[in-house]
């Protein structure tokens, strides 16, 4: 399918007014009203996502490149099954238990998405440079280069494409998790999602829902085709 479609869909359905009139058969014919207009949820619920990865970003590349230099690999294993519980844990219990320490709304959401999708980023990181060729890595070190230059300029950009495939995994991830922020006062797509539920409204979740599963798709088609 054309790239193109996801993000045009997602336009097409943040046109005010345009998915309510759509959805409203769900609800006898009545229009159904969000506590803000769509493309706001959007915003907020994309901005979550994008500061979500940031975070996760600033921790795992430093991460992953200390446990994969010679020395560090005592700390590997040890890495890779701590964040590996982070999804092992609902995301609903995580956000429970850091409610008491950070209150209610963007705060406890963010330490949620960001151990929920730290796995794919530091995972595939960790694939990408330990499944290097020996032979170019020796080259690069015969040729004069510091461990940093060799880092820089021959084991990232080789590596790029698999953990550019574990960030847009964590990216898609974290849109769908994102929508349990909303319990939490934390906005976005999950307020639809949340209301139509206490309402027994489907066609407020089916709004919430629709929106952000077209706003994953759209970004997933954003990334390079280097992360296929």
Known sequence: MKKWVWPFLLLLALVPGWLEKAVAPLAAGIVPTLDAPLWKLTLDHLLLVLLAEALILLIAVPLVVFVTRKGNHAFLQLTETLTGLGQTVPTLAILALAVPALGF??????????????????????AGLKNLDEGVLDAATGMGMTGLQRLWRIEFPLAYPVLLAGIRTSTVYNVGTATIGA??????????????????????????????????????SLFPEASS
Request: no cysteine; hydrophobic share 55%; glycine share 18%.
């Open 183 to 220: 319990a939490l006062g934390a906005g976005g797509l999950g307020s639809p999602i949340i209301n139509g539920l206490s309402q027994q409204n489907f066609a407020l979740v089916l709004m919430g829902a629709l929106t952000a599963g077209l706003l994953a798709l759209t970004l997933e």
């Open 105 to 126: 709304g963007v705060y406890p959401t963010l330490l949620g998405l960001v151990l929920y999708g730290l796995l794919p980023v530091v995972s595939n990181g960790i």
